[in-house]
């Protein structure tokens, strides 16, 4: 008898939540059903999070969970195109159809999920994803023409927290969409980085822990990290990446949230109602980044 | 004399990578260790770091790159840069603050030098005064800015801390950039 894992029908950060309630409602070894017949759209941030979950069952080495693929053509097809199934192949055994549609760049997926392993592929993922940004920052959100180096170099900066700190891959995933409530219906691109890795509250715990005391956890780390702006290098050159993404998303109010362990922290812009920091939520593996550029004030609607 | 490096070549020569793009702190590292070995081999005068034809910097990479090129300071080469774009100018403005630097850029052979990085406003009027008027001591520095000697003094130290000027006995001169 196998647990069943409830996909979300409208899989977004939100969406998560509920997503990492039912993952971790039993031990991480269990056979599991990941239900996804329901789902109606997924965010990056989504897409990678079942990967995430997966990824970690593997490496806890629980069995290869099943995964009931979205009952909707369309939504399947999404998925192929985003890249999804490719490495899901991987990680579960797929029950139902999948169309064979080729990945390919739509003018929506800026960038489908890509692994990122080492160094090599944080090269990989900067250079393919220039083009496309390029047209979706300046033409659609309105952005200043140097958004598009802006915006590499914090995708970069992002992918590299996965290698230097995670203890293991990740992936990456780049999507341009229209808000359906949120800011007016605006449009945003979002990227989505997530690991299985160690956390943030692991990978610091050695040069942080004793100065937290008995606060020292999830949502400590993550304040050290992200607020205090501290690496767990005791190199005083590093730890720039994080503080160079907040310094650009304040530019364009953008939104970053960070979610590792059992705890979520968020730099959030005026549009958005999100609450800085969450505690206590359901245990999920690694860490998972999401940032949202949105286009500027009365940018042209495509 | 000045020695042209340029980075992107650099890079290709170092990185198996298609692209111009100095990203991650590994690539970093690589294309300084190269721009070192070049530098040890020159004898003496200043190095330009050319980053025209260089794609996007991030922050990793310019604080490997630039950031602890300068902080090694094992060379009587001075290294100055050279066609930085906005956002190049940028990132590169970050990690030197970050380690209280600066570096002179140098846009084109005749056009006038300016400092980026973590400079004082009098450190700056100081530096902008030489390479209008050429090689001054702190007296006559002091005398052409209306300060006490005392005050320019303090200004030109700082600057030759930094590397940003030179000093022979008691005069301060700009850095050979030709």
Same mark, same amino acid.
């Given at each position: 008898?196998?647990?069943?894992?409830?996909?979300? +029908?409208?899989?977004?950060?939100?969406?998560?939540?509920?997503?990492?309630?039912?993952?971790?409602?039993?031990?991480?070894?269990?056979?599991?059903?990941?239900?996804?017949?329901?789902?109606?759209?997924?965010?990056?941030?989504?897409?990678?999070?079942?990967?995430?979950?997966?990824?970690?069952?593997?490496?806890?080495?629980?069995?290869?969970?099943?995964? #009931?693929?979205?009952? #909707? /053509?369309?939504?399947?097809?999404?998925?192929?195109?985003?890249?999804?199934?490719?490495? +899901?192949?991987?990680?579960?055994?797929?029950?139902?159809?999948?169309?064979?549609?080729? !990945?390919?760049?739509?003018?929506?997926?800026?960038?489908?999920?890509?692994?990122?392993?080492?160094?090599?592929?944080?090269?990989?993922?900067?250079?393919?994803?220039?083009?496309? +940004?390029?047209?979706?920052?300046?033409?659609?959100?309105?952005?200043?023409?140097?958004?598009?180096?802006?915006?590499?170099?914090?995708?970069?900066?992002?992918?590299?927290?996965?290698?230097?700190?995670?203890?293991?891959?990740?992936?990456?995933?780049?999507?341009?969409?229209?808000?359906?409530?949120?800011?007016?219906?605006?449009?945003?691109?979002?990227?989505? !980085?997530?690991?299985?890795?160690?956390?943030?509250?692991?990978?610091?715990?050695?040069?942080?822990?004793?100065?937290?005391?008995?606060?020292?956890?999830?949502?400590?780390?993550?304040?050290?990290?992200?607020?205090?702006?501290?690496?767990?290098?005791?190199?005083?050159?590093?730890?720039?990446?994080?503080?160079?993404?907040?310094?650009?998303?304040?530019?364009?109010?953008?939104?970053?949230?960070?979610?590792?362990?059992? #705890?979520?922290? +968020?730099?959030?812009?005026?549009? /958005?109602? /999100?609450?800085?920091?969450?505690?206590?939520? #359901?245990?999920?593996?690694?860490?998972?980044?999401?940032?949202?550029?949105?286009?500027?004030?009365?940018?042209?609607?495509? | 004399?000045?020695?042209?490096?340029?980075?992107?070549?650099?890079?290709? &020569?170092?990185?198996?990578?298609?692209?111009?793009?100095?990203?991650?702190?590994?690539?970093?590292?690589?294309?300084?260790?190269?721009?070192?070995?070049?530098?040890?081999? $020159?004898?003496?005068?200043?190095?330009?770091?050319?980053?025209?034809?260089?794609?996007?910097?991030?922050?990793?990479?310019?604080?490997?790159?630039?950031?602890?090129?300068?902080?090694?300071?094992?060379?009587?080469?001075?290294?100055?840069?050279?066609?930085?774009?906005?956002?190049?100018? &940028?990132?590169?403005?970050?990690? $030197?603050?970050?380690?209280?630097?600066?570096?002179?850029?140098?846009?084109?052979?005749?056009?006038?030098?300016?400092?980026?990085?973590?400079?004082?406003? &009098?450190?700056?009027?100081?530096? &902008?005064?030489?390479?209008?008027?050429?090689?001054?001591?702190?007296?006559?520095?002091?005398?052409?800015? @209306?300060?006490?000697?005392?005050?320019?003094?303090?200004?030109?130290?700082?600057?030759?801390?930094?590397?940003?000027?030179?000093?022979? @006995?008691?005069?301060?001169?700009?850095?050979?950039?030709?």
């Amino acid at each position: 008898m196998s647990r069943v894992v409830e996909i979300p +029908a409208f899989f977004d950060d939100k969406g998560f939540e509920q997503f990492a309630h039912s993952f971790s409602a039993g031990p991480i070894t269990d056979r599991m059903l990941f239900d996804a017949r329901g789902a109606q759209w997924a965010s990056p941030y989504g897409l990678i999070g079942m990967l995430t979950a997966g990824q970690a069952v593997k490496e806890a080495g629980g069995p290869p969970p099943a995964f #009931a693929v979205p009952e #909707a /053509d369309e939504v399947r097809r999404y998925w192929v195109r985003a890249g999804f199934f490719g490495p +899901a192949a991987e990680l579960f055994e797929i029950h139902g159809k999948v169309p064979k549609v080729k !990945v390919e760049e739509m003018s929506d997926v800026l960038l489908g999920v890509t692994a990122v392993r080492a160094m090599e592929d944080v090269h990989g993922v900067v250079g393919r994803i220039q083009e496309g +940004a390029a047209r979706i920052l300046t033409n659609e959100l309105g952005l200043e023409p140097a958004a598009t180096a802006r915006f590499g170099m914090a995708l970069s900066e992002a992918c590299q927290n996965i290698v230097e700190h995670s203890g293991t891959s990740g992936w990456v995933a780049v999507h341009a969409y229209t808000f359906r409530r949120r800011l007016g219906g605006r449009r945003v691109v979002v990227i989505a !980085v997530g690991d299985a890795g160690v956390g943030f509250r692991r990978s610091l715990e050695a040069t942080q822990a004793r100065r937290f005391g008995d606060r020292w956890g999830d949502a400590a780390a993550l304040e050290a990290a992200v607020i205090q702006e501290v690496s767990r290098f005791r190199d005083p050159g590093r730890g720039q990446g994080l503080p160079g993404i907040k310094r650009y998303l304040l530019r364009w109010q953008g939104k970053l949230s960070i979610r590792s362990g059992t #705890a979520r922290l +968020a730099i959030v812009p005026p549009w /958005d109602e /999100d609450v800085p920091m969450t505690e206590s939520l #359901a245990p999920f593996p690694g860490a998972q980044l999401q940032i949202v550029i949105p286009a500027k004030e009365g940018a042209p609607t495509p | 004399m000045m020695h042209t490096i340029r980075v992107d070549r650099v890079l290709r &020569e170092t990185v198996n990578t298609p692209y111009s793009d100095l990203v991650t702190r590994a690539t970093g590292r690589a294309v300084r260790t190269s721009i070192r070995q070049t530098i040890a081999a $020159l004898e003496g005068g200043t190095a330009l770091l050319d980053f025209s034809s260089v794609g996007l910097v991030d922050f990793s990479c310019a604080d490997e790159v630039v950031a602890q090129l300068l902080l090694e300071r094992t060379d009587d080469v001075i290294v100055v840069l050279g066609g930085l774009r906005e956002d190049h100018t &940028e990132t590169i403005e970050h990690v $030197l603050t970050h380690h209280a630097l600066a570096v002179v850029v140098q846009e084109s052979p005749d056009g006038c030098p300016r400092l980026l990085g973590l400079v004082d406003r &009098e450190a700056q009027e100081v530096f &902008e005064r030489l390479h209008a008027h050429g090689a001054a001591d702190a007296e006559t520095m002091g005398q052409h800015l @209306g300060w006490d000697a005392e005050r320019a003094q303090d200004a030109l130290d700082a600057l030759v801390r930094l590397r940003l000027v030179r000093q022979e @006995g008691l005069t301060f001169a700009p850095l050979p950039l030709l």
